[in-house]
Antibody, heavy 119, light 107 residues
Framework: QITLKESGPTLVKPTQTLTLTCTFS??????????VGWIRQPPGKALEWIAV???????RYSPSLNSRLTITKDTSKNQVVLTMTNMDPVDTATYYC???????????WGQGTLVTVSS | EIVLTQSPDFQSVTPKEKLTITCRAS??????LHWYQKKPDRSPTLLIK???QSISGVPSRFSGSGSGTDFTLTIDGLEAEDAAAYYC?????????FGQGTKVEIK
C-alpha cells in the first residue's frame, strides 16, 4: 500500500525559506522509473505542478519557480525534501507530494499541508 | 508551455444525469492526458489515465476519451458523492500543466 505524508511549517514569513518533507511508504525511490513530485493549490485556485525527482536523481522544476526550488531525496529514509526560497504571500497554498508513475501521472497523493505566508 | 482549457468552469446537475467535461490542449499531446477528482479538504484522486484508460477502484460511470488536443471526461449517472472539482493534466511535455478545473455541483 502506497502512502505519502507531507510535513513542515504551517506559517512562514515573507522572504523566508520553506522546507517541506514528504515521507512515504509502500515503494522505493531506488526502483527504476519511480518518481515523487510536488503539486500545490492556492486557495480557490487550480492545481500547479512544482517539481519532481526520480529514482536516478533526475530533477525537474517548474520554470516559473525554478530559481527558488531545490528537491532532494533520502532513499534510506524514504523521504523527499522540497525547499522554496524567498517565500511570498502568493505562495500560500496547500502543498501535496505525490507518487509519479510511468513518467506520466500521479497515482497516489499525500493529504496535503497548508502553508500560509504572512508577516 | 501547454495550456489546458476546460469547459465548463461550473456545472450544476441533478443525480443520474450524464455530464461531459471537455479539456482542450493548446498543442498536440497525443493521449498524455489524465483526469483527477478533487473534493474540498481532500487530496486529488486519479480517475482516468492516458485519456481513456480506467483506474482500478474508480466507479465505471467515469470514462474518458479523446486524443491530440481534445479530450472529454464523462460521468454517466451522477451521484451525490461526485460533487467535486475535476482537473485534466498533461504529461506530454514540461512543464506539466493542469486545467483550470471544472466544479460540479449536485442539485
Amino acid at each position: 500500500q502506497i502512502t505519502l505524508k507531507e510535513s513542515g511549517p504551517t506559517l512562514v514569513k515573507p522572504t523566508q525559506t520553506l522546507t517541506l518533507t514528504c515521507t512515504f511508504s509502500g515503494f522505493s525511490l531506488s526502483t527504476t522509473g519511480v518518481g515523487v513530485g510536488w503539486i500545490r493549490q492556492p486557495p480557490g485556485k487550480a492545481l500547479e505542478w512544482i517539481a519532481v525527482i526520480y529514482w536516478d536523481d533526475d530533477k525537474r522544476y517548474s520554470p516559473s519557480l525554478n530559481s527558488r526550488l531545490t528537491i532532494t531525496k533520502d532513499t534510506s529514509k524514504n523521504q523527499v525534501v522540497l525547499t522554496m526560497t524567498n517565500m511570498d504571500p502568493v505562495d500560500t497554498a496547500t502543498y501535496y507530494c505525490a507518487h509519479r508513475r510511468e513518467y506520466s501521472f500521479f497515482d497516489y497523493w499525500g493529504q496535503g499541508t497548508l502553508v500560509t505566508v504572512s508577516s | 508551455e501547454i495550456v489546458l482549457t476546460q469547459s465548463p468552469d461550473f456545472q450544476s446537475v441533478t443525480p443520474k444525469e450524464k455530464l461531459t467535461i471537455t479539456c482542450r490542449a493548446s498543442q498536440y499531446i497525443g493521449t498524455s492526458l489524465h483526469w483527477y477528482q478533487k473534493k474540498p479538504d481532500r487530496s486529488p484522486t486519479l480517475l482516468i489515465k492516458y485519456a481513456s484508460q480506467s483506474i482500478s477502484g474508480v466507479p465505471s460511470r467515469f470514462s474518458g476519451s479523446g486524443s491530440g488536443t481534445d479530450f472529454t471526461l464523462t460521468i454517466d449517472g451522477l451521484e451525490a458523492e461526485d460533487a467535486a472539482a475535476y482537473y485534466c493534466h498533461q504529461s506530454s511535455s514540461l512543464p506539466w500543466t493542469f486545467g483550470q478545473g471544472t466544479k460540479v455541483e449536485i442539485k
